[in-house]
């Protein structure tokens, strides 16, 4: 099933949308104006204009606005754990011309550090992410000291501490058409799926075949309303027309890749790929996996041959390390052990 059209972060992945997807200007400035009035006597007669003495232009330095940051993802430790798999995100209010001297103030300490480094993916944001996944059941720290950047005093210095939860790591298999999910290292649930059944090819992409690769669940909704617009289809008297509300879905791409309850359909669970592009689960293993999923969370799809491209959601583990520390700003060796 496909959700209500959505902008994706990046251009090139709209020629390759997968089969699931869903359904203001800021107010000017008002700028104050000085009206010229001729100044009043105080016995209320008008004094002439050239009787009144010029006041001295003032000039005031501009003072240089400081880079701050505009956002973190995710949530701190008071609004939500996150899985192993979570990147933090760091998004700065402006273009950043300074790169390295950015990235050196962003100090990242786990209570269970391993290797982290970060990279730019937008002039903008940049994004941190462990070799290893995290270890689970630990805090982890970010301080981002602002006001360290040459010529940035101004700023003020933001932190965040961020709760990891436990190590949930699930395997979809496309071909046994089954979903494992294991809790801390334990297999505790094996659920019958259907994913997308592959048929519709748009720009050589097949949109129809669920992506393989390395996914982060990114949200969850109890309740999605999926349509047929992805794929410009929204007149209802169309065959290929739908649009559903489906029950725990839990998003892991920009593209519209979920994995949710089948609306329907269950004699497919766990015999066929069945669907758009979406991973399908049996109503009470859908509702089971919701009530555990934190964002972050690993989900490995495998078996397809459409690959998942890295800069699709949260699918920073589509590139191995070394090409991702190559997204740092940082002289080689600088990267930190978080």
Known sequence: MKPLPRMLALAALITTVAACSTEGTPAPVAVAQAAATSPVHAAGAAVPRK????????????????????????EG??????????PIIVTFDRKVTDRAAAEAVLQVQADRPVDGAWRWVTDRKVVYRTKTYWRPHQKVQLNAHLSQIPGN????DVSRRFAVGYSNISVVNTRSHVMKVRRDGKLVKSIPISAGRGGMVKN?????????GT?????????ETMTSAWMGVTDP?????????????????????????????YQFLGRS??????????????KWFYGIAQRGDVVKITGTKRKLDWRNGWSYWQLNWTEWKKGSALPKGAQQKS
Not at 273 to 286: D, E
């Open 51 to 74: 009787a009144v003495p010029k006041s001295p232009v003032q000039k005031v330095a501009a003072k240089k606005a400081a880079l701050e940051i505009a956002d973190i993802t995710p």
């Open 77 to 86: 430790e008071a609004k939500e754990k996150v899985g192993v798999g979570f």
């Open 153 to 156: 005093e101004a700023a003020k």
């Open 204 to 212: 050589g992409v097949d949109v129809y075949l669920t992506t393989s």
């Open 215 to 223: 996914h982060l669940t990114m949200n969850k909704k109890p309740l």
């Open 237 to 265: 008297k169309d065959p290929q027309y739908y649009k559903e509300e489906i029950p725990w879905a839990i998003r892991i791409s920009d593209s519209g890749e979920y994995v949710h309850q089948s609306a329907g359909y």
């Open 273 to 286: 790929n069945q669907s758009h592009g979406c991973v399908r689960a049996t109503p009470a293993g859908a």
